[in-house]
Every structure is written in C-alpha cells, then in structure tokens.
C-alpha cells in the first residue's frame, strides 16, 4: 500500500512540474466547448459529403424561355438530381439565339420551340436538330386590345400575329376557325396572309415578332398570341377571345419539344431529361401551376 501511494505521489509531482515548466495553467475543456467543436466537426463534415455529391453530379445544360418552360425545368431539377444530373438552366427571350447555342455546343438541349418552327429554323440555317420527345402543348389566344370582343370589331380593324412562318400560319387558321377570315382550301399550316381568300371585314393583318405581340395590344384591335409569351405577359388563357380547340390539328403539330443535336436523341443524358420532364411530378405541376395554359402532352 505503502509503495502504491509512493508511486501515486511522484506521479503527482511530476505532473506539477510539467505544468510549470510550460509557463501557463490550462483549463480542461468544457463539456459546452467539446459539443461545439464535435457540432462543428460534424457540419464541416456533411457540407464536405454535400459538396463531394454535388461534384459527382453530371451537368445538363438546357436553354429555355422564361415561362413556362423555364420554370417546367425547374420542376423536374430535383428529379434530375435523383438520377445524378445537376440541371443548369440558361434562359433565353427570343427564339432563334437557343437554337443557334445548341448547334454550337453550348447546351446539351433546348426547350422553347415546337416541331414546324423547327423544321423552319434548320431549312434556313442549314442545321440538324432533332426532337427528342414532346413535352407539352400551349394553346394559341386571340386577346383583346382595342377591341374587347370579336363580334365588336370594325371594317379595317387591325390584327397582330406572329411573323415567323410556322406560328402565322397558327394564327391564321385560328381566325379562320372563328370565321374572321377563309384561306385557300387546303392551304393548313402553310398557311400565309397571302392564302386569305375571304376577309369581309377587311382586316389588316400585322405581323409582329412574336415576343412583341403582348406589348402590341394597345396598338392594335386584337392580336393573336403565342401560349408562353401571352404567359410571361400575364394574360390569362381563360380570358381569351378565342383559342384553339385541344383536338385540333395545331394542338397536336405544335407540341413543344426537347430539341438536341441530331445522334443524341437517346443519349444517356437526353433519356434522363426527357424522363424527368415527363414525370409525374412534372405533369402534377404542369396542371397545377397554369390553369389550361400549359397542357401536358404525355
């Protein structure tokens, strides 16, 4: 007993000595000072483990219009990410400059545009782009200006519609369903104003670009507007004047598309968007979000 107490006293004294020679006292650590350093290791730790999983991310570059197919991307990103793809969505406001960043490699995909714009775009620019599945479609209106009803307008009164090929020849064979005007028979969706072979009243076709169509209404009596731009402007579809029929020829010809380089159409990547934005998640938003606006067209 004697010898332990021995040992246990030098022990002692040694330590003292050691604590001396180091020219301080420390204090031994709190129980608030370990948790917050075992905390802060553990938040350094999962934002490391967050930042590694997000590197391990593969990026898709998509180029949108704003609305609604910006914000349809947006709601299949966290779908995306579940199948291990970080969604980078670049937006555009016109209609030509996403298909030219496509072509030149600086997206992996664009989503704006329907099939016969398409066919357009690469038949004057010499480019391959293909579909690689339809998405959606957005019924075309005829919004007021001027003018608040059909029937209201006047001998002469103006029109607005689009003055790419694909879209006027939309517009028009909208006025015609509404007995505005008759084109050549036959004529569908080639339709141009020089196809009109009836105007009874007269009506002075404007074309307009078509981002510009919603600003033209207080210019003009009506003018017949594309789904997303009358979106962005805040019009409402269900304040129309008219608007395309669900089983129309146009509902189905002018669904818009996933568009990429001709050879990727069944890439892996292509394959993981086009089953994010046809997911049921995205449906769910598609018609929870735009009230008959947007329609799904899968």
């Known amino acids: 007993m004697k010898k332990s107490l021995y040992v246990l006293t030098a022990a002692l004294l040694a330590a003292g000595a050691l604590t001396a020679c180091s020219g301080k006292s420390e204090a031994p650590a709190t129980t608030a000072e370990t948790t917050a350093e075992a905390t802060s290791a553990a938040d350094s730790a999962a934002a490391d483990s967050k930042a590694e999983s997000a590197g391990d991310l593969e990026k898709i570059v998509v180029g949108a219009t704003p609305a609604p197919h910006a914000e349809i991307l947006n709601a299949a990103k966290e779908v995306l990410k579940e199948k291990g793809y970080d969604l980078v969505i670049k937006e555009y406001t016109d209609y030509v400059q996403p298909n030219l960043a496509l072509d030149s490699g600086d997206l992996d995909a664009n989503y704006f545009q329907h099939q016969p714009y398409l066919d357009q775009f690469n038949e004057e620019n010499k480019t391959t782009l293909v579909s690689a599945a339809s998405i959606h479609y957005e019924p075309f209106g005829i919004y007021a200006g001027k003018t608040a009803s059909l029937d209201a307008l006047a001998d002469g009164a103006q029109v607005a519609v689009p003055n790419d090929v694909s879209n006027e020849a939309r517009a028009l064979l909208l006025l015609a369903d509404n007995g505005l005007i008759e084109l050549k028979e036959g004529v569908g969706l080639e339709a141009t104003k020089n196809d009109i072979v009836k ?17 033209s209404l207080g210019d003009v009596d009506v003018a017949v507007i594309n789904g997303n731009y009358a979106i962005e402007a805040g019009l409402k579809v269900s304040e129309a004047l008219a608007v395309e029929d669900a089983k129309s020829t146009a509902a189905t010809r002018y669904s818009n598309i996933i568009a990429v380089r001709k050879g990727e159409e069944k890439s892996e990547k292509t394959a993981a968007l086009v089953e994010a934005l046809t997911s049921d998640t995205v449906k769910k938003f598609i018609e929870d979000t735009y009230d008959g606006a947007v329609v799904p067209s899968f």
């Open 199 to 215: 105007n009874d009243k007269n009506l002075k076709i404007i074309e307009v670009e078509a981002a510009q169509l919603p600003r």
